[in-house]
């Protein structure tokens, strides 16, 4: 028992490595390609797709969920569309501009972000409508509930993820922060992203213990730990909006 028990931490400490590895990447691809092209550079949002695009990859092939090849191309597909609303141009033909988005500043600095959230908001609507269909046209539903929030859990982790291409919202702010009010915001702005980040460690923690994946998996344990690096996409869209709205 002490020997499962030994294992098992050992398997934990090895998924929150390497999901702390993933954040390690993230921060310091966004750092360097800001420091050399400029924070709000093209350059640093397509290195961050490029991170990002590299850890669907291994979420979808390290699937840690019981769900089939068909819930895995829904998610990937999903989650590579976000990624493309996020890095390009592609979003404003879900929210065209108009006068009123150019003469506002606030609208005007937060319209990427704008038309990101209309693709997530959609593409979370497809998710749940194209998984939900995809159960119904199984021929043996056993385990229906189950097959459904796995397709839709790892659908919904692979959207978020695109979040991190905000990054250089939050990293452009820190560099020209001036004033103790703003540097205090700023501040407790990344302390609250820390803690979110060392909640979801903690949740990883415990989908870790109650892991069950397929037979045929592949290192199901590195999908769990890109599970919270992917999640923690919405919170880095999040401070990035923020930091437009309130201001450091």
Not at 8 to 17: D, E, I, Q, T, V
Not at 28 to 45: E, H, I, P
Not at 63 to 74: E, K
Request: proline share 3%; aromatic share 8%; net charge neutral.
């Amino acid at each position: 028992m002490n020997e499962s028990v030994e294992k098992r931490s050992a398997g934990c400490a090895r998924m929150l490595g390497v999901q702390a590895a993933a954040y390690v990447v993230f921060i310091v691809v966004a750092l360097l390609l800001s420091a050399v092209r400029g924070s709000m550079s093209t350059t640093v949002v397509y290195g961050l797709a490029a991170i990002a695009l590299v850890v669907l990859v291994v979420f979808h092939v390290c699937w840690p969920f019981r769900a089939g090849v068909a819930d895995r191309i829904i998610g990937m597909v999903t989650g590579l569309l976000s990624l493309v609303f996020a890095a390009t141009t592609l979003g404003e033909k879900l929210v065209p501009t108009n006068e009123k988005i150019l003469n506002d500043d606030l609208m005007r600095n937060t319209y990427p972000m704008m038309c990101w959230a209309a693709a997530v908001a959609g593409l979370l609507v497809l998710l749940t409508v194209v998984s939900f269909g995809r159960q119904m046209l199984r021929e043996e539903r056993s385990h229906l509930i189950r097959a459904l929030s796995h397709c839709v859990t790892g659908g919904a982790a692979s959207i978020s993820l695109a979040g991190w291409a905000f990054l250089p919202y939050v990293v452009v702010t820190g560099q020209f922060v001036e004033g103790e009010a703003s540097t205090g915001k700023f501040v407790a702005l990344i302390v609250a992203m820390i803690v979110v980040a060392l909640l979801l460690a903690y949740a990883s923690v415990f989908w870790m213990k109650e892991l069950d994946p397929a037979e045929d998996a592949r290192e199901p344990w590195v999908g769990v730990a890109m599970l919270p690096v992917m999640l923690f996409g919405l919170v880095v869209f999040a401070a990035a909006l923020l930091v437009q709205i309130v201001g450091c």
